[in-house]
């Protein structure tokens, strides 16, 4: 047999490549630059980690500025602080992306709030189906009542995806209906700020005691969250500069962490593919060029091959010139003559104009009616979003 080497064989570029990986929910010591946030939801808890009142906060911010996780962090260390001022805190985490119903997210906050009193209540089964929100709620009613718990705060992840009011409404009566002796609270998040005017109508005066914002990361702090998972790589692989060129990259296109750490965990793949030793800043130009492909490819799956020669076309055409607006019929001769080398009937020229026009519509391309010269009748052009490298290289292995 041939020696293909090991298949397995990773490189030397990651030590432990779950810290770079969407999804992991690091500890409050990993969390950078978010203290004020933290201070304002630490002093929401405040009360409960001595037994009061929680207050409730509504949290706003853009996609990974940090909302979920600031929020389970803190809930965490609340309930750690608790217990060792002697007093019963609990909590649940509900994503409502994932429990989007009344009844999903009621069950969901049970289960969360069972798991977490793990052990010091009764084990009971709670029913998957055949049971209603509401019961579901006095079932959390229960629970609080058997692990004597004083202060029980909700999170509601995404909170805009809930399909009713009813859980947010019982949670801010839950007491003075006589059904809770806990003292409850709620943490509403929520990625739209549209949302806002939304939820004020939605819920009472008692569940909005403070409003926090979450504003997106600028260069330096996604420097220092980017920093702090450098022991995902072998000692000494990054480049000097690789860190702070992500950390500037994805501040300026949109501050959103989730995504700086996954250009930096691209970065290191491609490296590793390349079985180069070192990740460079080359790697981290690769990887962002990556990542727009895909979302190119994302945006043209599904469409025709057709489509895509037009597509194509434009982009020789943008190559191949150093203009970057061509006109209808320059772009139906340069389609043709793709048509051609793949041995596809060419469409007709209204066919295809029709088609350039559906694509500005979907966002792949930009046109625009421009006033000809002297003399000459008005005609509309056709421009690409992106670079003629990443319309290629998305259609050429797609
Ligand atoms: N301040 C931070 N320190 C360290 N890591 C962070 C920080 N903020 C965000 N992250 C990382 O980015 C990921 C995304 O953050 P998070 O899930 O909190 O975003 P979000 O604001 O809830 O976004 P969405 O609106 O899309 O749910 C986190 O899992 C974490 O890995
Ligand atoms: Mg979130």
Known sequence: ???????????????????????????????????????????????????????????????????????????????????????????????????????????????????????????????????SAADYRDITWELLAEGDV???????????????????RSLSRARESGKVEALIGAICISNKIEYRDRLSERVDSSLQDNELVFDPYDATQ???????????????????GVIPKTAALAAREHGDARKAIDMLYEAGRLAEKERANRVTETHVDAAVERAEINRFQKLISGQTPHVKHILRALALLTEQTDRRNFRTAE????????????????????????????????????SEHTGGGHGEGSYRVHRLLRSPEVVTKGLDDH
């Not at 409502?96 to 969901?108: I, K, L, P, V």
């Not at 996604?222 to 000097?240: G, H, P």
């Not at 772009?331 to 003559?337: F, G, L, P």
Request: net charge negative; glycine share 8%; charged share 30%.
């Open 150 to 168: 004083q202060s029980f705060v909700v999170v509601l992840d995404e909170v805009d995806k809930l399909d009713g009011d009813d859980l947010l």
């Open 1 to 131: 047999m041939a020696n293909r080497g090991d298949i397995f064989e990773t490189g030397e570029i990651f030590r432990d490549r779950q810290l770079v990986r969407v999804g992991h929910v690091p500890d409050l010591d990993r969390v950078v630059g978010r203290d004020d946030e933290i201070d304002a939801i630490g002093s929401a808890l405040a009360p409960a980690v001595r037994g009061g009142p929680p207050e409730t906060t509504i949290i706003y911010g853009k996609t990974g500025t940090g909302k979920s996780l600031v929020a389970r962090c803190v809930t965490r260390e609340a309930k750690h602080r608790s217990a060792e001022n002697g007093h019963i805190f609990a909590y649940a985490y509900v994503d409502c992306s994932d429990y989007g119903t009344e009844t999903q997210a009621s069950r969901q906050m049970a289960r969360e709030l069972q798991t977490g009193l793990d052990g010091t209540v009764e084990e009971r089964s709670i029913p998957r189906k055949g049971i």
């Open 222 to 240: 996604l420097e220092a969250i980017l920093s702090r998972r450098r022991d995902a790589f072998v000692d000494d692989v990054l480049d000097d």
């Open 331 to 366: 772009v139906y001769d340069a389609y043709q003559r793709i048509a051609d080398q793949v041995d596809a009937n060419p469409l007709s020229y209204d066919r295809v104009q029709r088609l350039l026009r559906e694509q500005a519509f979907l966002g792949v391309t930009e």
